[in-house]
Protein backbone atom coordinates (compact mmCIF):
# COMPACT_ATOMS: atom_id res chain seq x y z
CA UNK A 1 0.00 0.00 0.00
CA UNK A 2 0.98 3.32 -1.14
CA UNK A 3 1.46 5.98 1.59
CA UNK A 4 2.46 9.46 1.97
CA UNK A 5 3.69 10.82 5.37
CA UNK A 6 3.72 14.27 6.61
CA UNK A 7 6.52 15.96 9.20
CA UNK A 8 6.93 19.14 10.80
CA UNK A 9 3.77 20.47 12.11
CA UNK A 10 3.86 21.75 15.69
CA UNK A 11 2.81 24.72 17.66
CA UNK A 12 4.50 28.01 16.87
CA UNK A 13 4.21 32.14 17.60
CA UNK A 14 2.59 34.27 15.45
CA UNK A 15 5.34 35.67 12.72
CA UNK A 16 7.30 32.34 13.05
CA UNK A 17 7.96 30.15 10.47
CA UNK A 18 7.92 25.78 9.89
CA UNK A 19 8.95 23.61 7.44
CA UNK A 20 6.72 20.65 6.50
CA UNK A 21 7.60 17.74 4.52
CA UNK A 22 5.66 14.88 3.08
CA UNK A 23 7.38 11.74 1.65
CA UNK A 24 6.35 8.41 -0.16
CA UNK A 25 6.63 5.81 2.38
CA UNK A 26 9.56 3.89 0.19
CA UNK A 27 12.64 5.42 -1.59
CA UNK A 28 11.54 3.51 -4.37
CA UNK A 29 8.01 5.28 -4.68
CA UNK A 30 7.94 8.21 -7.74
CA UNK A 31 5.46 11.37 -7.16
CA UNK A 32 3.85 13.44 -10.07
CA UNK A 33 2.05 16.59 -9.41
CA UNK A 34 1.39 17.01 -5.43
CA UNK A 35 0.08 19.59 -3.43
CA UNK A 36 -0.54 20.77 0.34
CA UNK A 37 -4.04 20.86 1.57
CA UNK A 38 -5.09 22.14 4.93
CA UNK A 39 -8.58 22.18 6.91
CA UNK A 40 -9.23 24.03 9.42
CA UNK A 41 -11.93 23.22 12.62
CA UNK A 42 -15.33 23.76 10.69
CA UNK A 43 -14.12 24.92 7.38
CA UNK A 44 -13.50 23.12 3.96
CA UNK A 45 -10.19 21.46 3.04
CA UNK A 46 -8.43 23.82 0.55
CA UNK A 47 -5.53 23.79 -1.53
CA UNK A 48 -2.73 26.00 0.10
CA UNK A 49 0.24 25.27 -2.79
CA UNK A 50 0.58 22.84 -5.55
CA UNK A 51 4.24 21.83 -7.68
CA UNK A 52 4.42 19.85 -10.52
CA UNK A 53 7.14 17.09 -11.56
CA UNK A 54 8.72 19.30 -13.13
CA UNK A 55 8.50 21.80 -10.72
CA UNK A 56 6.00 24.18 -11.99
CA UNK A 57 4.24 25.73 -8.74
CA UNK A 58 1.31 27.93 -7.75
CA UNK A 59 -0.21 29.35 -4.46
CA UNK A 60 -3.10 29.98 -3.23
CA UNK A 61 -3.52 33.98 -2.57
CA UNK A 62 -3.81 33.83 1.10
CA UNK A 63 -0.26 31.92 1.54
CA UNK A 64 1.36 33.93 -1.16
CA UNK A 65 5.24 35.67 -0.40
CA UNK A 66 4.63 33.57 2.67
CA UNK A 67 4.89 30.14 1.93
CA UNK A 68 7.21 28.03 -0.70
CA UNK A 69 6.73 24.61 -2.55
CA UNK A 70 9.71 22.63 -3.12
CA UNK A 71 10.43 19.33 -3.95
CA UNK A 72 13.17 16.53 -3.62
CA UNK A 73 12.83 14.02 -6.49
CA UNK A 74 16.16 11.79 -5.64
CA UNK A 75 14.34 12.01 -2.29
CA UNK A 76 10.74 11.60 -3.75
CA UNK A 77 9.54 14.50 -0.81
CA UNK A 78 7.91 18.27 -1.45
CA UNK A 79 8.31 20.81 1.03
CA UNK A 80 6.42 23.61 2.58
CA UNK A 81 8.26 26.06 3.93
CA UNK A 82 5.84 28.45 5.72
CA UNK A 83 7.58 31.93 7.17
CA UNK A 84 5.12 34.75 8.47
CA UNK A 85 3.05 32.33 10.28
CA UNK A 86 -0.70 33.90 11.10
CA UNK A 87 -2.94 32.45 13.53
CA UNK A 88 -5.23 31.86 10.88
CA UNK A 89 -3.01 29.34 8.95
CA UNK A 90 -4.01 26.89 11.50
CA UNK A 91 -4.93 24.18 10.47
CA UNK A 92 -4.40 20.20 9.82
CA UNK A 93 -2.09 20.22 6.80
CA UNK A 94 -2.13 17.34 3.84
CA UNK A 95 -0.16 16.63 1.32
CA UNK A 96 -2.03 14.82 -1.67
CA UNK A 97 -0.50 13.64 -4.68
CA UNK A 98 -2.24 13.04 -7.73
CA UNK A 99 -0.76 9.93 -8.71
CA UNK A 100 2.50 7.78 -7.18
CA UNK A 101 4.33 5.49 -9.25
CA UNK A 102 5.88 1.93 -7.90
CA UNK A 103 7.71 0.65 -10.77
CA UNK A 104 5.15 -0.02 -13.31
CA UNK A 105 2.22 0.29 -11.05
CA UNK A 106 0.18 3.68 -10.38
CA UNK A 107 -1.78 4.78 -7.64
CA UNK A 108 -4.13 7.71 -7.42
CA UNK A 109 -5.68 10.53 -5.59
CA UNK A 110 -2.79 9.10 -2.57
CA UNK A 111 -3.65 11.59 0.70
CA UNK A 112 -1.38 11.53 3.98
CA UNK A 113 -2.76 11.71 6.99
CA UNK A 114 -2.15 15.05 8.18
CA UNK A 115 0.05 17.50 10.56
CA UNK A 116 -1.66 19.77 12.89
CA UNK A 117 -0.20 23.84 12.24
CA UNK A 118 -0.94 25.75 15.29
CA UNK A 119 0.11 29.72 15.16
CA UNK A 120 -0.72 31.42 18.74
CA UNK A 121 -1.10 35.30 18.49
Known amino acids: QVQLVESGGGLVQSGGSLRLSCAAS????????IGWYRQAPGKQRELVAS???????NYADSVKGRFTISRDNAKNTVYLQMNSLKPEDTAVYYC???????????????WGQGTQVTVSS
Open 51 to 57: ITEGGTR
Open 26 to 33: RIAYRINN
Open 96 to 110: NADRVWRGSEAYDDV
